[in-house]
């Protein structure tokens, strides 16, 4: 008895372990994947910008 008591008491402290930390782990990611995805189409949208801002410049140029 004194042997199955605390390896139940073990089981069951890393089952809430674990399930707190996936529910804190889900809720970390929905926000953190929105800031890499807002930041990576500013990235994106930047650089095409200033590809087109220079593409501009050097026909403006050539012509």
Do not use: C, H, Y
């Not at 089952?15 to 990235?43: C, F, H, S, Y």
């Amino acid at each position: 008895m004194k042997t199955g008591t605390p390896v139940a008491k073990k089981r069951g402290k890393q089952e809430n372990v674990a399930g707190q930390e996936a529910d804190r782990g889900e809720w970390l990611r929905e926000p953190i994947k929105r800031e890499t995805v807002m930041k990576l189409l500013k990235m994106t949208l930047t650089f095409i910008f200033v590809i087109q801002i220079s593409t501009m410049l050097v026909i403006g140029i050539l012509i």
